[in-house]
């Protein structure tokens, strides 16, 4: 090796830890990632779309971490104790093994909930080792100058907009920016780290070992009891079960919102510009996690977002594209300007780093079926709708029987302009079948023949215009040829039987087209450009809607090969992202609840059909 190449800087994938080697914690306000390697290298305070404090993951020098290992060499495992979120790193050195408990206390005390207290308990379970911790946080996405001082044994950080107090059983040194702390711990010895917002009402507070321990049990006992909730009973109920409790971290308490991931700009493909923004309340996805919770069981979180989507989802209050927006802050907000934070590089270099999302301002008129079929099996299997709702479906329902037929920018928010697409028409098909339903079986007032008459249009469009004679399959917009693994929803919205032979013929020409050893790619981009630049990997959801389609044709058993197979890419924890690349990666914002509620979906069915 030259001299030159020898100081050449390390390549940017040895500065970060694949995608998938996280977990996640939360207080149901926000949520941290925490590497296999010990680092905190994503948080956001106070709330999921607040700017960062640490960010290491979208540029590991200046995001900010919270750095917490052992400090010799050592193997290392992640878990989940059993049915909660708290999360458990373990290391394995040659003299002893230690771990560490990060979790987020779950308080009903809102003064305390405002704390959004980041425990992490450090114990050597046998024999001994040296730890070493370093707390750099960057405020405002690592823009924003802070300064750090000892206080009382703690470490205050302050940035203009943000306060942040650390506290540990070890005595912390500050060079007035970061903390740092070397200590050894001895079998059965442990030290408490925790980091606190801190404001006028919120003052710093030491957590001690007996404190940490007692919110240590209590945030244990607030999971296991939510997960008691739980109705699944099935093959794959410890799956099923992570996918639950990962969107139940990813819900918003104070207003029911729930976000469609946890993260913002992590690559769909390495080096390509597909990195957006996913900290926010998408219609869609949170409409059908509503269907996921329901079928499992967990009615309040149905009911909390029901009354997000009443307060916030009303007709009148979306831009002139239609009475709704495709996404909402977690606050109700409708503005979501988006911008490129240039001072990031990326994850592993890959920039743009983007903060808010544009695709709020797009038309995509399947978020109408995604909502009213929610309500409708909210009104089902939870409790009636009240009037006041049953009139904003009537407002919704009235407005898709005059617009259905527009062309727009489809589900997966395709930037190379408006077509019209199936999709989009098979869930404005949803929005009324589900509103004729819920009308004739409560008997409330509604103008059934102008529903029924658009709703049969819209069929028999779909029917003559979305399928292709050449291809013997049903395409992604009207008058062409292109598949789109979209059209999976079909048979599960109950459009059309799943052993039509149209179907069929479809479900066989996406398997030849977009299906790779079980995992569905959306489409090709080169048969149906999008506007944007490079590829991208196949999408769980897709891959997951592919597994249920072939339940309900009654192939099970090449269902549950497919979806033995899509449970060997989810990470070492069961966690997914939103995609898998062609080498079994995780790629795109993580945890995804869009993978995780169709995963839910697709057992649940299954193992339903295999009885």
């Given amino acids: 090796m030259s001299e030159a190449s020898a100081h050449e800087d390390p390549p940017a994938s040895a500065r970060y830890l694949p995608i998938a080697e996280h977990g996640l914690i939360g207080d149901l306000r926000s949520v941290a990632l925490v590497g296999t390697n010990g680092t905190i290298d994503w948080y956001c305070c106070p709330s999921f779309d607040a700017p960062s404090v640490f960010a290491s993951i979208l540029d590991a020098d200046r995001g900010g971490s919270f750095e917490l290992a052992a400090a010799v060499p050592a193997r290392t495992k992640q878990f989940y104790f059993p049915d ?233 209050d979306g831009h002139p594209g239609g009475p709704l927006q495709i996404m909402y802050g977690i606050d109700g907000r409708t503005d979501l300007p988006e911008r490129e934070l240039s001072h990031l590089e990326g994850y592993q270099g890959s920039a743009p780093v983007r903060v808010g999302n544009a695709a709020s301002d797009q038309l995509q008129l399947d978020i109408y079926g995604a909502l009213i079929d929610s309500v409708y099996l909210y009104d089902k299997w939870a409790q009636p709708i009240s009037s006041d709702q049953w009139d904003n479906i009537c407002g919704l329902v009235d407005w898709v029987c005059e617009h259905w037929d527009q062309p727009d920018e489809g589900v997966w928010e395709t930037r190379g302009g408006r077509k019209n697409f199936l999709y989009s028409r098979l869930m404005c098909w949803v929005a009324i079948e589900r509103a004729i339903r819920l009308a004739t079986r409560r008997g409330l007032p509604a103008d059934i023949v102008r529903w029924r008459d658009a709703r049969d249009t819209i069929y028999r469009r779909i029917m003559k215009r979305c399928w292709s004679p050449a291809r013997q399959a049903f395409v992604q917009h009207e008058d062409d040829d292109v598949l789109d693994a979209a059209v999976l929803m079909m048979p599960l919205a109950k459009f059309i039987s799943p052993t039509d032979p149209k179907w069929l013929s479809t479900l066989d020409a996406l398997t030849e087209d977009l299906v790779s050893d079980s995992l569905v790619y959306r489409y090709d981009p080169n048969a149906s450009p999008d506007g944007l630049r490079g590829e991208e990997g196949t999408f769980s959801i897709c891959s997951f809607w592919y597994v249920e389609a072939l339940t309900r044709a009654g192939r099970l058993d090449e269902a549950r090969l497919a979806f033995e197979k899509m449970l060997t890419y989810a990470n070492h924890l069961g966690l997914y992202a939103e995609e898998i690349s062609h080498t079994g990666e995780q790629q795109g914002n993580f945890p995804q609840a869009f993978t995780h509620l169709s995963l839910i979906s697709a057992a649940f069915n299954l193992d339903r059909a295999l009885g």
């Fill in 84 to 316: 909660t979120n708290v999360l458990v790193t373990r290391f394995f050195t040659e003299d002893g093994v230690g771990e560490i408990q990060d979790f987020m206390p779950v308080d009903g005390d809102e003064t305390e909930a405002d704390r959004h207290r980041l425990i992490r308990r450090v114990l050597c379970v046998r024999g001994s080792i040296p730890f070493r911790a370093r707390v750099a946080p960057r405020f405002e996405y690592g823009a924003q100058p802070h300064t750090a001082r000892l206080h009382d044994d703690m470490v205050i950080f302050e940035s203009e907009n943000l306060a942040l107090a650390l506290t540990a059983t070890e005595p912390l040194e500050c060079d007035g920016l970061d903390a740092r702390v070397d200590f050894k711990l001895q079998e059965g010895e442990s030290a408490v780290f925790a980091l606190d917002q801190v404001s006028g009402a919120i003052q710093p507070r030491r957590c001690p070992r007996a404190e940490a321990e007692a919110l240590f049990n209590s945030t244990v006992a607030f999971w296991r009891h939510w997960l008691t909730a739980s109705q699944y009973r099935g093959r794959w109920r410890e799956m099923v079960h992570r996918s639950a409790l990962t969107l139940k971290l990813l819900t918003y308490a104070p207003t029911g919102a729930i976000v469609a991931a946890a993260t913002t700009s992590l690559p769909e493909q390495l080096g390509g510009e597909r990195n957006w923004d996913y900290r926010y309340v998408w219609v869609r996805d949170a409409a059908f996690c509503v269907y996921a919770l329901l079928r499992l069981g967990f009615t309040s979180e149905a009911e909390s977002f029901m009354a997000f989507a009443a307060r916030h989802i009303t007709p009148g």
